[in-house]
């Protein structure tokens, strides 16, 4: 299934950025985002929706509902500026599908 | 603290078969989803597939016929076997575990390979 998230996003420091993943009836799954800087391995953000895994700063959090995750970065740094991919699968427990990742979203802090 | 760590050619050829390895720092575990994941230069990340407890394993359908996930048996170690390789697999490859927590199967990538860079090219 099919994940879009808009190419890019601008934020000014210290200011709140949203990046959005939207799929058909998204809000019935599952969406992970994950955070990549040039040359490094992707950095998971947020799990099961709005988890933060241990590390990672309050200032990450997300949402779900309806067709659309959201991804919502408060009091933006300049070590923000990076390309965020949510994730999420088609089905669940005995019926796991396939993954599937959006097309990522640059974020610049501008 | 897992570390995973791929390894394998930087560049094959066409209609070759690119063989890849991930080697896990700790005992694989049945309750993990090893997986492949990769990233074409200038595009999102896509999921390869996964190797589960027991050998079960799942497929991008789009590579469904190309790929194969296997385990070793110290379950230490898994591999990534893609056939028929054209210039579109050029990509950055990443294993990854995939976990899950809650009682909800919905497996989230919390440990990642650096990654390598497999050209195809002749």
């Known amino acids: 299934f099919d994940l879009t998230q808009p190419p890019s996003v601008s934020v000014s420091p210290g200011q709140t950025a949203s990046i959005r993943c939207s799929g058909q009836?998204?809000?019935?799954?599952?969406v992970s985002w994950y955070q990549q800087k040039p040359g490094q391995s992707p950095v998971l953000l947020i799990y099961q929706d709005n988890r933060r895994p241990s590390g990672i700063p309050a200032r990450f959090s997300g949402s779900n509902s309806g067709n659309t995750a959201t991804l919502t970065i408060s009091e933006t740094q300049a070590m923000d500026e990076a390309d965020y991919s949510c994730?999420?699968?088609?089905?669940?427990?005995?019926?796991?599908?396939?993954?599937?990742f959006g097309g990522g979203t640059r974020l610049t802090v501008l | 603290q897992v570390q995973l760590q791929e390894s394998g050619p930087g560049l094959v050829k066409p209609s070759e078969t690119l063989s890849l390895t991930c080697d896990v720092s700790t005992v694989s575990s049945i309750s993990y989803y090893w997986s492949w994941i990769r990233k074409p230069p200038g595009k999102g990340l896509e999921w390869i597939g996964y190797i589960y407890y027991s050998g079960t394993t799942k497929y991008n359908p789009s590579l469904t016929g190309r790929v194969t996930i296997s385990e070793d048996t110290s379950r230490k170690r898994f591999s990534l076997h893609l056939s028929s390789m054209t210039v579109a697999d050029s990509a950055t490859y990443f294993c990854a575990r995939g976990t899950t927590s809650g009682g909800i199967i919905a497996p989230y990538f919390d440990y990642w390979g650096p990654g390598i860079l497999v050209t195809v090219s002749s």
């Open positions: 994730q999420a699968w088609d089905g669940s427990g005995a019926s796991l599908g396939g993954a599937s």
């Open positions: 009836n998204l809000g019935n799954k599952y």
